[in-house]
Structure formats: C-alpha cells, structure tokens
C-alpha cells in the first residue's frame, strides 16, 4: 500500500473518564476530623487546638453516618454545646445563619427575656441588621432605643412568623 504524503497520523483520544461523585456526608467527615487533630489545619487552633474532640464512635465513618444520614442540602453541623465534643448528642444540622447565630463571638442581646443575636432581632424587627449593628455595638443604644428610635424611620415590614416564634414561650 501507499501512504499519502504530508498528512499526520491520527490518534483517538482517549476517553475522559466520568467525575468521581463526592460524597457530601464523607466531605463532612473529614472536615469534622481535619479540624480536630490536623495541626496544619488552618481551623485547628479553634478545635483541636481548644480540646476539641470527634466521639471515638464517629472515629468510623460507617458510624457517623448511621447517626447523622441523611446531609439536608445546604446544611452544615454544628454543635450544639460549642465548647463540646463533636458526638451524637451534641450534633445537629443547620444552616449557615443559625450556626453563625451559634459562635462563640455572636454577641447576644436581652430582647423581651430572651438572650438573640442582632440579627435575630433585626429579623423581627424588621430592621437592616446593620443599622441595629451600629446602633446597639457602635453607637451604644438601650435595646428600646434601637428597635424604637425616636426619630422618623420607618422599618421594613415586621416579620410576623419571628415575632410569633418569640413571643410563644
């Protein structure tokens, strides 16, 4: 046979193969583990590094997520106790606000007998959690003052199924 002149063999490429499907539970997992012994984490020195612990039970993945299965979408874990161990008990899933809410830097202000963060009683109140941030840390307002001020501001809309959720208890 003849071979043509000037033309460049030809290779298949090769298949790509599919993305390895991560598991957000796992994920979850091992962030929880890397923070509490990986002394080169950059989380370490708040957990570990505070004595923070994962149960010896959740030391096993299979464990874990018998306990904590299924990983609601756009959830995290938190601690209820922060000072406590990650275990069973002490963990719960939530969103990224109620786990902010949950610091341990969140100040917490007096607000009709219960301790909430600003931004709880902004969303109650209906207003900008900056403008509360500023009135109650920066400028030092009662609470009174803050979320009644004298002069002619008008809040948003109140949240009416907060408020509820307030004053139930």
């Known amino acids: 046979g003849r071979k043509p002149e000037n033309k460049k063999e ?20 091992a962030g929880m583990m890397d923070r509490c012994y990986n002394e080169k984490s950059k989380a370490y020195q ?30 995290t874990i938190e601690r209820l106790d922060t ?8 963990c719960v899933w939530a969103t990224r ?16 007998g219960k301790l909430l963060t600003i931004r709880e009683i902004s969303e109650i109140v209906g207003l900008p959690y900056e403008t ?4 109650l840390v920066v400028y030092k307002w009662s609470m009174e003052d803050a979320v009644n001020p ?3 501001i008008q809040p948003k809309k109140l949240n009416k199924s907060l408020a509820v959720k307030l004053y139930s208890n």
């Open 150 to 152: 004298i002069r002619n």
């Open 46 to 75: 708040d957990y570990g590094g505070r004595g923070i612990k994962v149960s010896s039970e959740w030391h096993s993945f299979r464990q874990f997520e018998v306990d904590m299965h299924p990983k609601p979408d756009g959830m």
């Open 83 to 90: 000072m406590g161990d990650y275990c069973k008990a002490n």
């Open 97 to 112: 606000t109620e786990q902010q809410n949950n610091r341990r830097s969140s100040i917490r202000f007096e607000f009709h």
């Open 132 to 135: 509360l941030r500023g009135r």
């Open 10 to 29: 030809i290779t298949p490429k090769p298949k790509k193969r599919p993305a390895k499907k991560v598991d957000p539970l796992r994920q979850v997992w």
